[in-house]
């Protein structure tokens, strides 16, 4: 680390004279001043590097390598990233992220923008709805998924049951391929509804009240003002709510695992087979942790796309609406 | 750090540095207090095993604590052996959570002798080597290297039969005397044949067998050659004998002729065996304890077992004890095994849970066993016979992997409709991902 | 990337900072400003229809945790039947102390809270002082180090297993509560939820009046700093130990059995090594009570700080 400094705003150093004929008081004092930023984020960047970033350099490398669980890494190029791209499986569970995310996420954002809409008005009881809204955001993925997985049961589950109600046959949820991916998603959806719709409710508290004034003068009613306010004003809550949302589910892994019982093949045919627990099954079902390497760096790859163009377009919009 | 004191109590900064330095410290005392202990007055001793061995049903370990008060025992058992053994495998690599006493699936005892010699005890190192002999003859071959390093001692082995639910048939018109029963069923043909019989005047919701994965693996529990030949070449791909089995299973998956359970995950599988969602099941000697569990005291008589169609001897499953080269009470563990595999508690393994034994002296015991809470079936007959006339079977290291990607193939074909060609090409590709 | 700031209340801009400064300098301001009364679309009274709709979704949340009480108390065999009863039966001690004995819950448990503690507090005291210095400081290569922070903030750490998992090999720390808590120590959320809160809530004034005693820089931090800064470290605090509570991912891969925290108690529970599902509903209930009373009691604040911070941990 440099000790070439910039000004600090606090305790800097006066007069030029020369530091030599500061007291020695002052000059530790001076010196304490201009080192102490570094100071202070050193304990975060040390901890961060060391099990953040180096990892996820190395990552790279182990990719690189065939590394079985047990055994020591060799050397061999890319074939880690041929087996993958030639493999079935991997398309398998890259398609089925996808359509567990578009699943979960369409739904829950459009949920969490109606209940932060409804949540807006002056309400009794607000903060018991708003605790009672974010519960699910406190329960963890496992405690979730287990009751969901009772839930959802082929013989005996609610959900069957009520579908019995209105006369239709049991689903088998966890071995069909959509259902369980229904399932899973609407597991991700209650977990994190609420969370979103409270995002979405402070962006709309932070609209200023002069251009739904201004709309009301226009005649504009109450879905045209959402229409034309709330939602062009909510636009970059909305991008950023769907960025962190679609990072996310590229990363589902407890939901699947444990709503298959533990096993990481995502159901017999991989229907609900997410990149997450590919990965995870590579590396600790089958040992090649070399390959849940590969798998890791390319997804973190993708999310890099995604992110990049998320940010693109968000860009592309803005410029276009001004 | 000295410097003028107006702002508030002397010593912060070196307030803040102590904060974290705690930090550091708790951190550190939670590193070295995952450690194992030094041995100090009674050894613990942990087991770790999957699905049900019988020893804490039947009180064994209780006996065992009981005659040795300077030990005590902690016993943590897996339900399936897939995910049994994966867990397994990260825990040997990282050193950390391996119990003292390991239990390893048959199927998984030839990648052990192969590839994890160095991870597992060589009993013959320890006070268990005088109870390696006194096995039937392939049982203790099967758990020794090359180098005639002994890594396990035999527990049970899997002669099968079939279980199945009397008044169930009696409803569909069908035979409910063993014997009777097992006339009608001279081939696996004529067994699925008495299932179209089945499915037709069944109560609504109950299927003929459990499932596709099961059905499979009794079929080929008869077989010599499974999924290596004799000169240990990986063949499941060629063995006719392997690829007739599946698609035998696979088709009755698709005529319906499964409850589409998959075996030790699905919640509704243990379900069944009270419910009444399959009528039949293939039961390995193991497997007789398990429905015990499941089906409870209210399934007391709902079962009976009968012979493998055609009477034929087949051997599906069975495990070793086995002492990882990690623990720290060898002596103790040792001890241990030996006196679980003993004869005598073998047949008492035997006689109340139904796990069949390996060694010669307790099978000889077993000989005449019925079983109340399964009718008084004449459980030590079947099971004995059924070991005598099975093959002596050939294993190999990837013979888990094998027959897991086959019972999931199948699953794929009874609840996601795959064809059964689509699904077989599925379950090679799944090898040989594990394989290579 | 700069998206994350997006949602942020306070710019991640300082004039956005500066201008967020307002009279309402104390405790909680930037969460309190976060939901301002005089803002947003004038705020009618909600209909019936309303509370209706609110009543039933709010229902629909909870549901999901009166059938783990329910399922948790009774014989599966008796939620087998539709419908299922709807009130809690006679064995939820009994299973609880199955649970608790099969599963290690105890243990678990105890293992949860000495790694969410220990992670909590790391974080909040080492993201506060990184987010000062990023807030109030100007130092040379600020800018890059705040941006690789925040670069770095979306990447999910699940992505760094497979290395992590060999290195914690090699330091014969992995299935050790080390290895769980190492990693976590700090988080690049709460150096960007410090320096917002900070830019807003610490007035310059005060850092000036500071300089002009004489203080030294660590003793500027202990007396005028942390003291503002308190309340933004509380909910950093609250938001961390959720986190830290419901890891899952690295535990589960780390962990095993015999040393678990409350989610690989949970993952082993659903992974058939109790095949009991009134047990594992009752371990399920147990791992999670302990959030949830925390979360019930401190519920608005968590709110605020969910709101002000406005990014998935």
């Not at chain 1, 100071?39 to 182990?62: R, S």
């Not at chain 2, 450690?35 to 009180?59: I, N, Q, R, W």
């Not at chain 3, 945790?65 to 009130?87: D, I, K, Q, W």
């Not at chain 3, 500071?210 to 503002?228: C, E, H, Q, Y």
Request: aromatic share 10%; proline share 6%.
């Amino acid at each position: 680390m440099t000790v070439q400094l910039d000004r600090p705003v606090p305790g800097d150093s006066p007069g030029t004279g020369g530091p030599v004929r500061l007291p020695w008081r002052s000059r530790l004092h001076a010196w304490e001043g201009r080192s102490a930023p570094y100071l202070y984020v050193t304990p975060f960047f040390l901890v961060f590097a060391a099990f953040g970033l180096f990892p996820l350099v190395y990552t790279a490398f182990i990719s690189l390598h065939r590394y079985k669980l047990g055994s020591r890494m060799s050397w061999i190029g890319f074939d880690n990233y041929v087996w993958l791209f030639t493999n079935g499986a991997f398309y398998n569970s890259l398609w089925k992220t996808i359509t567990i995310g578009v699943l979960s996420t369409v739904p829950q954002l459009m949920l969490a923008l109606g209940l932060a809409h409804l949540l807006n008005y002056r309400l009794r009881g607000r903060t018991f709805l708003r605790v009672a809204m974010l519960m699910p955001y406190a329960t963890s993925v496992a405690a979730a998924t287990l009751v969901f997985a009772l839930i959802f049961g082929r013989d005996a589950g609610i959900i069957n049951g009520l579908l019995g109600l209105v006369g239709i046959d049991p689903v088998d949820w966890r071995n069909g391929d959509w259902t369980a991916q229904i399932a899973i998603s609407v597991i991700v959806i209650w977990r994190w509804t609420g969370y979103n719709a409270l995002i979405y409710l402070a962006g709309m508290q932070s609209i200023s009240s002069d251009l739904y004034e201004a709309a009301a003068l226009d005649g504009a009613n109450r879905w045209q003002q959402f229409r034309h306010v709330t939602l062009p004003g909510l636009r970059p809550t909305i991008l950023f709510t769907i960025v962190v949302s679609t990072i996310g589910a590229s990363q589902l892994f407890g939901e699947p695992l444990l709503f298959g019982g533990g096993q990481a093949n995502g159901g017999p045919v991989g229907q609900y087979q997410t990149l997450g627990l590919f990965m995870y099954q590579q590396g600790w079902q089958f040992g090649q942790l070399g390959r849940a390497a590969t798998v890791a760096w390319v997804t973190f790859l993708l999310i890099i796309g995604l992110v990049l163009l998320n940010t693109r377009l968000s860009k592309l919009r803005g410029g276009a609406d001004r | 750090m000295s410097s003028p004191r107006k702002l508030s109590q002397p010593r912060t900064t070196t307030a803040a540095i102590a904060v974290a330095a705690a930090i550091t410290l708790t951190l550190t005392a939670c590193g070295s207090g995952a450690t194992p202990a030094a041995s100090s007055g009674p050894v613990e001793l942990k087991v770790s095993l999957f699905g049900t061995f019988g020893y804490d049903e039947t009180g064994l370990f209780k006996a065992y604590e009981a005659q040795n008060p300077g030990v005590k025992i902690t016993y943590e058992s897996t339900q399936g052996e897939d995910k049994y053994w994966p867990a397994l495998q990260t825990r040997l690599a990282s050193g950390s959570g391996v119990a003292d006493v390991q239990g390893i699936e048959v199927a998984r005892i030839s990648d052990v002798t192969t590839n994890q010699s160095d991870k597992w005890t060589d009993l013959r190192d320890t006070p268990a080597k005088d109870s390696i002999g006194g096995y039937i003859g392939w049982k203790e071959p099967a758990a020794t290297t090359k180098d005639g390093a002994v890594l396990g001692l035999g527990t049970d082995i899997g002669p099968t039969g079939i279980c199945y639910r009397p008044d169930l048939l009696a409803k569909a018109g069908l035979p409910t005397d063993p014997a009777a029963l097992a006339a009608q069923m001279p081939t696996w043909d004529a067994f699925l044949a008495l299932g179209e019989k089945y499915k037709a005047n069944a109560p609504a919701g109950s299927a003929w067998h459990d499932s596709a994965g099961g059905l499979y693996n009794a079929i080929v529990s008869t077989q010599k050659e499974i999924y290596y030949d004799g000169s240990g070449k990986l063949v499941y791909n060629s063995n006719p004998a392997v690829r007739s089995a599946f698609d035998t299973a696979a088709g009755a998956g698709q005529k319906g002729l499964t409850a589409k359970l998959e075996q030790f995950v699905d919640p509704g599988w243990d379900q069944g065996f009270s419910s009444g969602s399959f009528a039949t099941i293939a039961c390995p000697s193991w497997m007789i304890g398990y429905i015990k569990g499941k089906a409870g005291d209210a399934g007391a008589n709902k079962w009976n077992v009968t012979t493998l169609p055609g009477g034929a001897g087949g051997n599906w499953g069975g495990a070793y004890l086995a002492i990882p080269a990690s623990s720290q009470h060898k002596d103790e563990a040792a001890k241990l095994i030996a006196w679980l595999t003993a004869p005598e508690q073998q047949a008492t393994v035997f006689d109340k849970v139904g796990n069949f034994p390996s060694t010669t002296g307790a099978i000889a015991k077993v000989e005449g066993t019925t079983d109340p809470y399964f009718n008084n079936a004449p459980i030590g007959k079947i099971f004995s016979r059924s070991a005598e006339t099975s093959p002596v079977q050939i294993l190999g290291p990837e013979d888990g992997v094998v027959k897991s990607a086959m019972t999931q193939a199948l699953l794929s074909v009874e609840t996601s409709g795959a064809s059964p060609a689509d699904a077989w090409k599925a379950a090679g590709t799944k090898i040989s991902n594990q394989v290579g | 990337m700069s998206a994350p700031a997006a949602a942020a209340p306070a710019p991640a801009s300082q004039q956005g900072a500066r201008a967020a400064t307002g009279p309402e300098q104390g405790h909680l301001a930037a969460i309190r400003r976060a939901l301002p009364r005089h803002r947003g679309r004038p705020q009618d009274a909600a209909g019936l229809t309303t509370y209706v709709v609110l009543g039933v979704v709010a229902l629909l949340f909870l549901a999901p945790f009166g059938y783990m009480l329910v399922a948790a108390s009774r014989p599966m065999a008796e939620m087998n039947t539709f419908p299922p009863p709807l009130l809690p039966g006679p064995d939820l001690w009994k299973n609880i102390a199955t649970a608790v004995r099969q599963q290690n819950i105890g243990l678990a448990l105890g293992n949860s809270l000495i790694v969410s503690g220990i992670i909590t507090a790391s974080t909040a005291l080492f993201c506060t002082l990184a987010g000062y210095a990023f807030a109030k400081l100007r130092f040379r290569g600020r800018d890059l180090l705040f941006g690789v922070t925040l670069g770095t903030m979306m990447i999910p750490p699940s992505l760094s297993v497979v290395p992590l998992y060999s290195i914690m090999a090699d330091l014969g720390l992995a299935g050790s509560l080390s290895s769980v808590v190492l990693p976590s120590l700090v988080a690049a959320f709460g150096v960007f939820f410090m320096r917002q809160y900070l830019s807003s809530a610490l007035p310059d004034e005060l850092l000036e009046a500071a300089r002009m005693d004489g203080a030294t820089a660590l003793r500027t931090f202990w007396s005028v700093v942390l003291p503002i800064a308190r309340p933004g470290m509380a909910v950093l605090g609250m938001l961390t130990f959720m986190t830290a509570w419901n890891d899952f991912f690295w535990p589960v891969i780390t962990l095993n059995s015999t040393n678990p925290t409350v989610q690989v108690a949970l993952n082993n529970l659903g992974s058939g090594y109790v095949p009991d599902t009134a047990v594992i509903m009752a371990g399920t209930l147990v791992g999670t009570l302990p959030v949830l009373v925390v979360f019930v009691v401190l519920g608005r604040q968590i709110v605020g700080g969910i709101i002000s911070g406005a990014v998935k941990g």
